[in-house]
């Protein structure tokens, strides 16, 4: 399809701004911010949402257009399993691209059709999803079938892409995820904070959801078996609150996530599976040493940064978290650490992304 113009519409999926962000709600903040920035490309936003999409506006970059649904996603869903109506351009108007950055790629008309997969960990574990999201891997490899490029964070899960969805090499796309230049920057808590968080002066730091898929047995049982350890404090969306050695903060703004990340010890990532592993690189950013499992998307994103350890092995783990206390880093270790993050940008992930784009309107 050719365009008329020199400028490139694009309509995103702007839903995952909505809310507390989760990772996928972080790269589309981001996205958007750069695109917006972008000569060349001309973005609008839908929340595929019927209430509360307007929220969209106060945090998309200024003057971006934004709208939401006539109906509700549910029935949207519903429809767009089995057939190819309504057309996003009903609810949205015409663009030259519909970029679906969560999963699911709208129907469309004939806007060529971008989608960003981060996991395909959903295929693995469905029982794991929410009632919701039940009809999610159905969705997806609709979406992966009607994409013209689909984009992902890591050769890693672009490979399994290709092998669990049978998606041509040609139209896929590494577009690595970004560090906010705020993360190089970023300081230890002040004493209010950790007095309102309960934070101790030594303690390990893990950061996301609570779900099977990101290894909390593991850690849990890792932590236990050395009482010199120091507390462990867990943040993400779970409730705050304390539980002996473990202190869980909750969800936390990104001012007091980057202090709380800077001031640990050792960020901990024991999971099971990673599209990316985007708080392995906040925490080297900080000079923060990180301990992970050793899963592919982690090794390609941390490099030589991080020590990795076999993913559900609590022996394995509760002595690298150990060796990780003993001494403070070299000087070269701590430029090693921040060089690596510094290579990850939002800018760069976003011109990744327009090429993604104009590849699906040639």
């Excluded at 934070?199 to 996301?208: D, E, N, Q, R, V």
Aim: a neutral charge.
């Amino acid at each position: 399809m050719a365009m008329a113009r020199d400028r490139v519409r694009v309509l995103i999926d702007g839903t995952p701004l909505l809310g507390r962000r989760t990772g996928v709600g972080r790269y589309t903040a981001a996205l958007a911010e750069e695109l917006a920035s972008i000569d060349g490309v001309d973005i609008r936003a839908v929340g595929l949402t019927l209430r509360g999409w307007r929220a969209m506006r106060s945090v998309l970059p200024h003057g971006v257009w934004a709208r939401g649904l006539p109906c509700s996603a549910r029935l949207l869903r519903w429809s767009w399993l089995r057939s190819s109506f309504p057309p996003i351009e009903l609810i949205a108007g015409f663009s030259d691209v519909v970029h679906g950055t969560n999963f699911v790629l709208p129907v469309s008309a004939r806007a060529g059709g971008v989608l960003t997969i981060h996991d395909l960990a959903f295929l693995d574990y469905p029982g794991e999803l929410p009632p919701s999201d039940r009809e999610l891997p159905e969705l997806v490899r609709r979406s992966a079938a009607r994409a013209r490029v689909i984009c992902t964070p890591t050769q890693a899960v672009a490979s399994a892409v290709t092998e669990r969805l049978g998606v041509p090499s040609e139209r896929l796309m590494v577009t690595p995820l970004g560090v906010d230049p705020a993360w190089f920057t970023a300081r230890p808590p002040t004493d209010e904070l950790r007095e309102r968080l309960g934070l101790p002066s030594t303690y390990l730091l893990f950061i996301g959801a609570e779900g099977p898929r990101k290894g909390l047995d593991t850690l849990y049982k890792a932590h236990a078996s050395n009482p010199a350890l120091p507390p462990l404090v867990l943040t993400g969306p779970a409730e705050s609150g304390v539980d002996g050695r473990v202190i869980r903060t909750g969800y936390l703004p990104d001012v007091e996530l980057r202090s709380v990340v800077a001031g640990a010890a050792t960020v901990v990532l024991p999971s099971r599976d990673e599209g990316f592993g985007l708080p392995v690189l906040e925490a080297l950013a900080c000079n923060v040493p990180v301990v992970c499992s050793d899963v592919p998307a982690l090794r390609e994103v941390a490099g030589q940064e991080a020590t990795f350890v076999p993913y559900g092995d609590v022996e394995s783990l509760a002595e690298a978290l150990t060796t990780s206390l003993d001494a403070p880093p070299a000087t070269s270790v701590i430029t090693a650490r921040r060089s690596h993050a510094g290579g990850f940008t939002w800018r760069r992930c976003a011109e990744a992304t327009v090429a993604a784009y104009q590849r699906a309107v040639r």
